[in-house]
């Protein structure tokens, strides 16, 4: 990470423009918009398939060869059941809600490289025409993902307010504290990678994830140099920010019946289940982007039939990447039982955003030290010292805390005790 | 091209704007506030200032307004508010005079520095950030090394409201009656954390 | 029009293509549902028992303890950003102004845990 910071943007958007780029930029979109619908009807299917896998059951069987149309099949039967909208709605926001829930899950996927060679560049040749393989490479890059997933917050607040019903309402509020809970340290934990990539562009940093690895067999992806940690972090917060279990507290069903959708029903209902979807995918492509090299890999037959093939071999390694990310949401889903809410919130403020915090301290001082030639290794140890006491102050901290807070709570009732005498002797 | 899309966010913007004064219903005034910070974040990006629009949608349009929104569930607010009460006296008036004080403020800023806004004369700010590095880092290197105090004291102000807030919240359980304690603990332990009309709410 | 802008037009056309989609589901739903609403099926589910009360009840306050808390750790996020992106400019002296700010924010994180504002019990 030196020099100037380089404006990442699409070669192909810096010319002139001519009805090639313009068909180019619509195929592209079209491209990502297909690949999102189908994945979702796959990845349902998959889910389920997988579940019952897990659960010693067979899963959807019926619907086309291994039940693989059976999302097809829900979703037409949705399209045929009435559609209610509640007297004591707010017609307006619920039918908004919908939209605000699926819309800013399929933009967020717009940022993530698809395909293309990265241990050459990254770019594509395409009618003559070089370009990214993905929707739309902005200079915020990863800036337009959180931006989105904070956006998200609104579909699921405003379904559940707008129902005017009430678990659907706690619901809501719920899901909403969660979502806004856990993003704090989705962006700390999105920090560290920035820190190690140099550049907000997704392209950039899968760019510099496709760089010579370690040994020659180890890969330079993120997951990797920048220590594991805000992995794990990232994952965790993303499982929450999507509501997926072990974090599904907004639909718990035996306290909540559906949590924040409990009143929609029809096609509306189904645009809900496609965002939670679109959400996983969108999650799972963004954490191969950050932390796995998105479709960074080798090339291995590099021309065929006379065509440059590099660029395919980019987007197989993303698919693949991509896949195992999803076996893992639903691989988490099947293992872990659903958490407590006041489990939930104490990973989420007590455990992980103070730990993003110190790691992204730490890789900063690391990265500090390596521009001005410190010693790597007593800066570690000295960052170790530093972590281990400020955990020991605020193990302290908060065990005082707790006594003093007992204390009070004891004298209060002492009080209250001496209180209610007075009044007895009064009356 | 940028008329274009500078007159669409304008027309989004204000749109918002009026909104948010005019609907009765708290929610609806909150999302058009929603409406006009995007068409801000638009803006930016019309002025190639891409981090700020990034910003603007992460902080106020995401961070803010959602906070607006606990705020308007934590009131329990169903109906309309009641236009007829005034809560603090002579608050009529005085909204107008602060409202024509503002817009007084608003035509001096535009009137001085009309020059400045047009482009035909360069802010102070402006020239020393000049150069071709992205938004990004000009900002960086503005707020890191001119403004490091700034940066601190502003994290200083957000734990502020912070420990503000946690005062207010707690003052609500000190004066409980033991009844209305032992209610309370009941209702934690069974009814979950966030039942619907909680003494919490009552305690406002 | 800059390149910058060409670059959001793409994401517009991407989200115009979502917005069609979300258009297009609904219109299809509405064009092949039936609809005949009786006052039961338009009343609130609410496990099945008729709605008592009002609907819309308030929320704990606590609630609004984690977004404001939430929106400390959002702007922190945001003067980090430009920060990690181009660490080397700000050399030790950056790193040690971060280092303060991010404790200053902690420490309003550690007052709300001290005063037990993040248990839920």
New interface residues.
Partial sequence: MTGTLVLAADPLLSGDVGLVEVLLTLGKVLLAFGFLLVSVMLMIWFERKLLGGMHQRFGPTMAGPFGILQTLADGIKLFFKEDLVPDRSDRFVFKLAPYLSLIPAFLAFAIVPLGGDFNSGGSVELFGRTTFLQVADPPVGILWFLAMSSLAVYGVMLAGWSSGSKYPLLGSVRASAQMVSYEAALGLAVASVVLIAGSLSTHDMVLAQAAEGYFGVIPRWNVIVTGLVPFIVFVIAGTAELNRPPFDLVEAEQELVGGFHTEYSSIRFALFFLAEFMNTITMSAVIVTLFFGGPAGPVLIGELAGFDIGWAWGLLWFFLKLFVMLFVFVWMRATLPRFRYDQLMDLGWKALTPVALGWFLFLAALETGRQRDWNEAAITVLSLLVIAAATALLVRAVRNGRRAAADAAAAEQVEHAEHAETVGERS | ??ET?FAVSAVLILAGAVGVVVFR?P??AA?SL?LTLLGVAVLF??N?A??L???Q???Y????V??F???I??????TAEKLRVEPIAGQRPLAVVVGAALAALLGTVVIIGADVLTGLRRSAGERALDGS??D??R???V???EF?FA??V???L??V???G??VL??R?SRPR??AA?ADASLQ??DA???????D??R?? | MSEFLRTYLTVGIFGAVGVGLVAALLGVGRILRPSRPTPAKVENYESGVDPVGDMWSQANIRYYVFALLFVLFDVEAVFIFPWAARLEDYGLFGLVEMAIFIFILLLGLLYAWRKRMLRWV
């Fill in positions: 091209m940028v899309v219903n929610v609806h999302l929603v990006v019309l190639d891409h981090f629009a990034a910003v949608v992460v902080v349009a995401g961070a803010i959602i906070l929104l606990f705020v569930m934590l009131l329990g607010v169903d590095a992205s990004i880092e900002i960086g290197r707020l890191f090394g490091a940066v601190e502003t994290a200083a957000l734990t409201a912070v420990v807030a946690v919240t707690r609500t009656s033991a304690a934690d332990s979950g954390p966030d039942a619907p009309s909680t919490a709410g305690g406002q």
